[in-house]
Structure formats: C-alpha cells, structure tokens
C-alpha cells in the first residue's frame, strides 16, 4: 500500500497466514473459515479497484467530513511548557469519533460482496452508532450486540443508533462477552456481513480496519508538511484492540525516527500487563488468568478503551521495538478533559484524554520545536453525564 | 453414539458418575469438554454450563484428571477432550500433549484452531507423534477444496457439523446432512460423525438415514443436568436417557 | 466584500446608519452607543487587515474543521423523486453547528479591540456552548445568559459550556428575554465585548454575524462548482434570528437566478406573519401585539429557530422579493429527522429539520439535474432526549 | 426635582392619586413611564411594574389618559413621557406627537432612541414643530464629539446618565458626575438633570453638590409603591416621601 518498496517494511500487513511475527493468525471455528477466506479476496480485490476507493473516498469527503484537521493545542502547550502539543481532530468526524472511516469502508465493502445485512460488536457504542448510521445511508439492515455494562453509560449512543434503524442485541458483560456473541450470531449467519469496530479478531480483519484507518496517518503527513513543514516527533494515540492507534502510525512504520506512543487504559491495559495467549479469534496479548480460561483486567472510564486484549499488529511492534505502550488512570483522564476543555475549548471523550494525558507528561521539558500529536479520537458527548456526575463541581 | 460432557459439570464426583453410567448405557465416545469464558461456539446452554464450572476453578488440568478417572473406569470407550485453543495454549501445547497421552485418552477436537493456525500445527505435529488424533471439523460453508486440502489431515473421525452456527441453536436439514456426509466421505475413509442440533432419540434416529457413522449429542444431555443439578440420581437418569438414544440408533 | 463591485448589489452589507432598506438601525440606550461605534469601526478595520482574517481562516480551518462538506443525500433524493437533495453539512463543525463560525470572529474581534471579558445571549445553547468553546480556547472569562424555557431543554449544551468555563445567568422567558437580558448587563458593563450569536440586534452586529457566517455560502460556491460544475438552484436553511440563513445565502445575492428560501418554525414565522416594529434594538419584523408592547407566538421544538424576531437584513430582501420564506410545524420537524437519520445516516437537530422539511417539499416533481442544497446546521445531540421521549416508539 | 412613575401603577385611579400627592409634595417634573415588555434599559424593580401593568392591559393610549388627568389636575407641573420605541412606533409616531400635544404634555423621553435611528428623527421633527421637547441623554460614556453633535439636538432639558448601566443596578460616584455635568453645561444653556442611582433623600442632595439642575428619582419610588400595593394610604404615602426630597432639595 506504501508506494515506494522498502526492504523490511513494517507497512506490509499481516503474512499469507494472517500473522504479524508471532501474533494474530486465525482462530476461528471451521463454519467461518469461509467467511474469512471470502472476505479477505473481497478486501483484496477491493482495494485494488480505483472505482472502489474513490467512492470510500468521496463518502469519507462528503459524509464522514474528513480529512479531519490537525489542531495546534497553543494554551495547553504554553501551560505545559515544552513540546508543540498538536490534536489530530478525529472527534470532527460524522458521529463523532475515528470509527465511521471503518464502517463506511467495510459497509462499501459488504455491499460490494452482494451482502444483505450486517452485524456488529460494540464497546463504548462508538463503533454501533457509525455502524447504524453508516447501515442507514446505505439502506442495509444492521443488527449490533453490546455488553450491559457499556450499555449503561454510553446511552445517548445507543439512542442514536436505534433512532438510525439499528436494532440492538444486550449480552452480560463488556466489550469481550460483545464480540463473542457478535461472532457467534455471525456463525449463525454466515451470510450477514460482520462488520467489526477495531484491529483485533481473526485475519484478515486486523488488516481490514487498519486499512480504512490508516487514512489518519496519511492526512497527518500532509497536514503537517503544509502547516510545519515536518513531522511530529511523536504520535500518540490511544487504545482498546487499537484501530485508531494503528490508524495514526501506520503511515509512519517505517520512520522510526517517529516515536509511536499507544496508550491504553491502566486498568485494561494488555500490551504492558498481557500474556501472549489465543482468544477473540487472535494470537497476541491478553490480560488473562494463567490458564487461560478467564479474562482479567478491571474497568476504566473509558469505555471504548476498556478492552482486554489488544490488536495482534500492535503485540508485535512492541516487541520488535517499533512502538512503545503506556497507559493512563481514570483520575488522569478526567484531569486531561479538564485542561483540554478550560483551555482548547475542546470537550474530549476520555478515551483520547488518554493519548493527551501522555502527550502533557512527554511534552514537558521537550524542545520547543519538537512536535508531539496525540489523536483526539472522540467527542465528549456520551461522556458527558458521567463527567458532570463525577466533577461537575469543579467547575462551578 | 458420540455424548459431549462438560468436564467437571456439576462437580468432580458426580461428572465423574455421569460419564460412568453414559459408557453403561452404550455411548461409544465421550467427548469432555474444558471449560472457558472463551465458548464463542457455543449457546447458552454449554455456555452455562461453562461458566458455572469457571466459577468452581475447574481448570484443562482437572478435565485430564477427569479423563484419567473415565479411562481407569473403562479401557474401550473412546474418550476425546473438546474445547478452545486458550487453555491449551496456556498449558502450554507440549505439557497438555503429553499428559493426554499419559492419561491414554484417544485425542482432541478444538473447535477455534483450523489449520491455518500455526499453534494447530504445533499442537497436531506433536500429537500425531504420539498417536493422538486431532479430531477436524467440518462445516456446511466448507467448500470443496478446503475439504480436499482437510481430508489429509482427518485423524480418527470426522466431525460433520449440522449446521453453521452456535452449538444448540437450530435444527438440522436432513437432505443438507445427507448431501455433505457424502461429500466428506468422497474424500476420507474415516468415520464421520455428524454433531449439532440433534436433540432427541428420535432426531438422532433420523441422522443414520444420512449416512453418517455416528451421532454427537451435546446441549440436550448437559441442558437436562443443568436442570437437574441437585438431584440425587442425576447420574443415572443421564444414563437412561443416553440409553435411550443408544436404542434408538441400534 | 464582493470582489467584483456590481451596480445595485445586494452584497454591500447595511447603509450608513445600518439600515438595510426600512429595516434595521440602532435601537439602543445613549450609554451603548459609544460601545457600538466603537465596534464598527473596529470591525471595519479588522476585515481590512489581512493578518486577522488570515488568523480566522486559520483556526477556522484547525479548531472548527471548516470547510464543512456538502453531501448528495442519494437515499432521500431518491425517495422524493425529483431534483438532487444536498446538505451543506454545518453540523460537522466543532461544537455540532454554525455557530462557532460566529463565535470565533467575534472573540478574535474582542481580542483585537483589547477586551478582557465577553458577554453572550443563547437561545439553544449552541451559541452558548460555541461562545464558551471559543472564549476557553483563547483565555477569556465570559458570561452568558439564557432563558428558563430554553434551559431546560437543551441541558447538554449548558454542561459543556459550564466545563468550557462559562458562567450562566438564568432569566425568565426564552431567547427574547435573554438578549434583552445580555444588553442589560452590557449596559452595565460596557468594558465587555457583547458577543451577540445571531443577526440581529443593533447595527453593527448584523453585518458582524453576517461577515463571519457568509463563509458558508463561499464553501458551497466552491464546493458545487468541483463537485457539479454548477451552483444549487435553490438554497434553503433556517433562521431563528437568520444567521445560518444569511451565511449560506450572502454570497449569492447577485444571483436572483439562485433561489433563496428561508424557513422559520411555524409558531414563530416573524418573516411571515410579523409586523415592522422596534424592538431589541432594531426595525424588523417581530411577532407582536397591535400596540407594540408585548411578543407573541408560541413554541417550537425548534429551540434555535423559535425567536419572534428576524434579521432586519431578511426582512428587507423578503419585501424586495430577493428571497422566500416558509414555514415548518413540530409534526414536519420529527417527520424529517426520521427520514434524515434512516435514510442518510444523519442525526439532524430539530432546526436543520425545518430546512430539510421544505427542500423534500420542493425537491418532489422537479427535473433530476435541478440541485437544492439545505443547511444542515446543527447535531441532533441537544434534542435527542425530546426525539426519544417525543417518538421513540417509532423506531422500535 | 422629577420623579419617575410607571403608568396605571399599580392601576389608573391610584397612579394619578399618586401622581398628585406627589405634585402637591412639590415635584417639579413627572416622567410617566409607558409600560413594555421590552424595557431593556431598566432594572428588576421598574421590570416588575412594566410587567404588573402589562398583564392588566395597560397600553400607550392609558398613559396619554393619565397625562391628560394629570394635566388637568396641575397646569404648571412638567410632565413628559418616558419608554420605548415600540410603542411609540406602533401608535404611530404622527399620532403620539399629535396626541401628546393634545392633552398639553410638554415631552417625552425615549430610552432606545438615539439620533441615529431615522424613526427617533421622525419623531423629533414632528414633536418640534408642535413645541414639544424630546428630551435626549448622556451617558458617562458619551465622547466628546458627539455630546457636541447631541447638544444642537437637546430639547427641554437633558437627561444626564450617572452612570452606565440600567435603572437601579448600581450607585452614582459623585465627581464623575459632577465632571460630566461640567461638560455638558459647555455645550448648553438648558437645565442638565441628574439621574440613576438616586436612592435616598440624602442621595439627592449630595447630587446638587455636582452642579446639575435638578435630580430624578425612579426606582425607589417604584420599588415603595410596589411593595404597599394595597395600601389604601399608598398616595399619600408617597406623597410624604416626595415631600423628605423636596426638603433636602430646598
Ligand atoms: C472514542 C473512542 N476512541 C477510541 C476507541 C478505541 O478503539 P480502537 O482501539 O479501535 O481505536 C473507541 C472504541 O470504542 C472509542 O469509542
Ligand atoms: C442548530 C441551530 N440552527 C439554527 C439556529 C438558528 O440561529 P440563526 O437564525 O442565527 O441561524 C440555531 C440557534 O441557536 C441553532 O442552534
């Protein structure tokens, strides 16, 4: 996809089999290994078809509202003291977060394979409310599943969804007990279309939705070379199976140069605390009891960042050195909305108050000159309730 | 007739006294499964029973332990170890080879590691030598030179699954059944069993009409223990109803 | 403004006295007069000097994401049957409408006129929140005052501006009162930049507010010229006071050939069914007693669109014949974004709905290469807990 | 010294009794306000009566009634109407002027008119060519240049603004009002009056310190009046406090 060949490029996808180095692969039930096979020529073949990319990019254009800018975060980086703090603005995308650039590719997609109906998993309602809006603009039906706990505080989502025609399936559980059942109501239905939110699962969906998503990176390239002439130092960006972070590196994989930050949610945060292990379809890291019978991990704030497992790629590039993990707590994250509000005047989801919370500790101190840009993958307004709940009186 | 157990279901003990009195009652393989959260092939019927085994700690090293006890209880019946890659992997590959062959059980079936997976390969490169068969499936949406490329790595029998989906959660079409049996059996001399949606003695009946070697039945036995968990004579009632079946299929 | 000077244009802005024909002027206290000479000629010279406007377009483009797409809404064009149904999509800017457009200008305004504090009125609480975002991103405290009626349903909007850091002040009555409100407490306070959101009000504050949104209507020249090589052959948006409208329209005054509808909600249609007074600080249409003394007109789910006023600018070109006006009902704006949200994928707000509600009117019959573009000018996040409440049922 | 009523507050009957107590206290000037929903220049407790009257009906054409009563009752008192230019507009301006001058009020003043709108021209030109003033402010923020272009406008007497801001907010500071009536009394001849922020008796005499011609008194008329609505000795009781102005006035 890169257009220059480089020897030992990182920008190559997952091999024949599906994995990047020793994670990822297939660990599907044989009813799906048809579904996947098909799929992964569909991917294939789309994205060898200009006609094909050019609609993804006009919808992305017209619908989504992209390319999303780059926004110069001037107070913050003065109070910090240190790096240029850059946002790339994901949350100015149509519905709000970097998710609907993969439902619209993948709903072209299903279209394209001659799908009738889609289905799809759901952590922080994110991902549902692009799938159904995304389902609705193209007149396929959408059924989505999604844990009860997440249902629970991402309600304005779920509103939305409905209210585009989604109908919605509630499981016991989170994001995890989400994809299973989405994946077992496919394996019912091998001939819906599954449409899943991030970089994780079976191949080739990692490379799928990193696909749709890397168009971040690339916006970013650009951008930053009109406005600053040069790349950013560091992209920072956060994390649940890590579709957004993978978006906003890939372009610059084999730029090592480029420090590449992902940031998980400290509670779930599989890339430092996991094991290696074979779960969700993948080979890669999960916080897992040491049989492997069980999930671990505890809850952060951040719904869409609450996930146990991690995107196979992203188990690899920080083995191999090419990314470094972190995470942030749920008191840092209502401490970065704050500053982000008070000062940008942007009302953030927790979820990239994570990547902004690492962004402020790296900046300071940095060069003036260096750059660092955290990706602001979401908008507050599901938050909201919980945020005004929790510290509404500090800003009285 | 193939009967699937949750291993550990309700406890040890009486897990142990149902698969006892099912071999009594002339089930020829029993298939035990391990528990896990994973259980993304399964309905809510086996997923219960999952969960409430995880809830009691029973781990892969009890389903062995469990194994062992059906084998000391029985040298003949056939005796397979079914569930997902998580655990095995965790135990890890090697260890859970070696202590299946050492419990003399006869091989496995995972239902999430089809050969593309490199783990599966390990894990079946490793059984082979020991004799142990990795029990493949296949399902309704495998195509033909998918089955082809399968058949060479058949081991034991073959699992035909009924249907594409989730364990119990439709019926099967008996042309469809009939159909693919034939298929399979165009490329394998090995048994084939066919699983999924067989619920009662006399669905199992009708699934000989289509030429299968043998019959799975899985929800429908563990759905009558999960609802009878306290009951005293629990073991032995599963065995009349295995009876049952196994009448029907003479 | 216009870069070509046209005999007779429409596109001068307010005569010497801020009258646009009869309508417009200064209504204002002796002790207000001072701040709004003050104001106009530093408005005046502000879009003299290219840094400034340059520094607009900047963050224009990084924080609110401008320019804002228009989109072909293929599935309700085809329903309708007739001519090619466009959004110009407003609601992709940050804070979910028009709005910040405004906001921004003024702020920038304010800060180049030294002011230290900024006071503001809200009808929705889009310009509310808007105003907050942007007084936060650039540092200055700012006060807004909205009505009881209005508070109470659009909620949202009042916590992001409360963690934005503003203050509310809390008046009887609805949008009427809470701009008569935010002058009073300018009069008291004339060291305060008054951030008015609409076109309304005394002169200089409809050419301000109509500088700054006129944006719109060049985004749509240029953006329909790429896409289809021709412009729109009607234009139609909404107005409360007439902000969105008059941005989406300015640029195209000199062309009678283009036609212009503005719609207002049925219970508050001042363009239609007003009579010429004065009041709020200005000559226009109002909805009001035979003697002047008191407002009528009852209430719309439209909360941005519900005012018993009108930008004294529409009043005029309305009576010149320059642009038409019509009207939706409560049961319309439900009706249209259920169609907008199941068929497009796009959660409309209730004022955009009034929009879209007269373009599906005129669209039906009409030749398939005839193009009428509609404002989509606001997110339906505010309304969503009235549309659930309203008619939830339907989607189920 | 001029005192500020609303019209028909709290009723027709009582506000002209108040009205002449008060003449009889020794008030020079009656402003009588015109009530209107509008009343962006005025503070809480003026809001409250404008909306007391508003909800019983009370119209322009009331006030021009009261006027008139009040004219009949007292020849020599000034008496000019004060409000918007709502009302006036509505009425329409060639009537009022035409009415006022027939029931021999000698002005009016209009809060949201300045010069600059061509409505508040109409009006002037119509009320000069019937001898009647419209009286014109100044504001602490008024600059230089246009007292200079106001003053060939003034008419009657001038309305000096203490301070900037709407009725009843805030207190007056006395050397900025003393400056500012020292510098319109460079640009005319005709009597600078002193209002906003005049409370007390004891306010108003400190005011006559500043050099202005006469003081008004507003909201703290009203506020009295609207708290003893009921009162049957409500005009006479305003009467008596007119009188402890008047007093410190002398
Ligand atoms: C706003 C937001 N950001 C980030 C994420 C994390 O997802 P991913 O790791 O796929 O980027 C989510 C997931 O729901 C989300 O809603
Ligand atoms: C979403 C939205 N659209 C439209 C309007 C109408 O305002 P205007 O007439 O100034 O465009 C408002 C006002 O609050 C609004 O919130």
């Given at each position: 996809m890169s257009t220059e060949k480089i020897k030992n490029?990182?920008?190559?996808?997952?091999?024949?089999?599906?994995?990047?180095g020793e994670y990822g692969g297939i660990a599907a039930g044989e009813n799906l290994m048809n579904n996947l096979e098909e799929l992964k020529k569909a991917f294939e073949d789309a994205i060898k078809d200009k006609k094909f990319l050019d609609e993804f990019a006009y919808y992305c254009k017209?619908?989504?509202?992209?390319?999303?800018p780059i926004y110069f975060a001037e107070r913050i980086t003065k109070k910090i003291g240190g790096a240029k703090i850059y946002f790339?603005?994901?949350?100015?995308n149509h519905t709000g977060s970097h998710k609907p650039t993969n439902t619209l590719f993948q709903v072209l997609l299903a279209k394209r394979m001659g799908k009738k109906k889609i289905i799809c998993e759901s952590g922080a309602g994110q991902h549902w409310s692009a799938a159904a809006a995304t389902a609705a603009k193209f007149g396929m039906p959408i059924v989505g599943v999604m844990g009860k706990i997440d249902c629970a505080r991402v309600n304005q989502n779920l509103i939305k969804a409905k209210h585009y025609g989604g109908k919605l399936k509630i499981v016991e559980g989170s994001l995890r007990e989400a994809i299973t059942a989405a994946i077992k109501e496919w394996s019912n239905n091998?001939?819906?279309?599954?449409?899943?939110?991030?970089?994780?699962?079976?191949?080739?969906f990692v490379d799928i939705v990193r696909y749709a998503q890397s168009i971040i990176g690339k916006e970013m390239r650009e951008q930053f070379m009109e406005l600053e002439g040069k790349l950013p130092n560091e992209i920072i960006a956060c994390a649940g199976a890590g579709s957004n972070f993978t978006g906003s590196i890939f372009e610059f994989l084999?730029?090592?140069?480029i420090k590449k930050v992902v940031v998980e949610a400290e509670e779930t945060a599989a890339l430092t605390n996991g094991t290696k292990g074979i779960q969700q379809g993948m080979v890669t890291k999960f916080l897992q009891s040491d049989d492997g019978s069980k999930s671990l991990g505890g809850s952060s704030l951040g719904a869409g960042i609450m996930y146990y497992g991690i995107s196979p790629q992203l188990a690899h590039l920080k083995d191999i050195g090419a990314i470094e993990a972190s995470a942030a707590s749920d008191k840092e994250l209502l401490e970065t909305y704050k500053l982000v509000a008070q000062n940008e005047g942007i009302g953030i989801s927790f979820e990239p108050a994570a990547a902004v919370t690492e962004a402020l500790k790296r900046a300071?101190?940095?060069?003036?000159?260096y750059i660092i840009c955290a990706t602001?993958?979401?908008?507050?307004e599901k938050d909201l309730d919980v945020i005004e709940r929790l510290i509404g009186k500090d800003f009285e | 007739m193939i009967a699937y157990f949750v291993a550990c279901y309700p406890n040890f003990e009486k897990s142990l006294e149902i698969i006892k009195k099912s071999i009594d009652a002339g089930v020829n393989i029993c298939e035990i499964g391990f528990p896990t959260q994973?259980?993304?092939?399964?309905?809510i019927v086996i997923k219960n029973a999952h969960d409430h085994c995880l809830q009691r700690n029973v781990t892969l090293k009890d389903t062995i332990k469990l194994a062992k006890a059906v084998r000391n209880y029985n040298n003949d019946v056939g005796i397979i170890l079914m569930g997902y890659m998580s655990n095995i992997f965790k135990y890890p590959i090697k260890n859970f080879v070696s202590d299946l062959a050492s419990v003399d059980v006869d091989g496995c079936l995972i239902v999430?590691?089809?050969?593309?997976?490199r783990e599966e390969n390990e894990l079946r490169n490793l059984m082979n030598k020991k004799n142990l068969s990795l029990i493949k499936l296949v399902a309704p949406t495998t195509k033909e030179e998918r089955l082809k490329k399968l058949s060479n790595l058949f081991s034991g029998w073959v699992y035909s699954l009924?249907?594409?989906?989730?364990?119990?959660s439709k019926s099967a079409n008996l042309e469809d059944v009939k159909n693919m049996i034939k298929k399979i059996k165009t490329y394998t001399d090995l048994p084939v069993c066919s699983g999924f949606g067989i619920k009662t003695p006399g669905d199992a009946k009708k699934m000989t009409q289509t030429g299968c070697d043998g019959v799975i039945v899985g929800s429908s036995i563990v759905e009558y223990i999960g609802k009878n968990l306290?009951?005293?004579k629990l073991p032995k009632n599963v065995g009349n109803i295995i009876k049952t079946f196994v009448e029907e299929l003479k």
């Open positions: 490029s990182l920008k190559t996808g997952s091999d024949k089999d599906g994995y990047f017209h619908w989504i509202g992209r390319p999303s790339k603005q994901e949350h100015l091998p001939d819906y279309y599954y449409l899943i939110g991030s970089t994780c699962s079976s191949s080739p084999d730029e090592p140069e300071k101190g940095k060069p003036k000159d602001a993958c979401g908008r507050v | 994973e259980a993304s092939g399964e309905g999430d590691a089809p050969h593309e997976l009924n249907f594409s989906g989730i364990s119990g306290n009951d005293t």
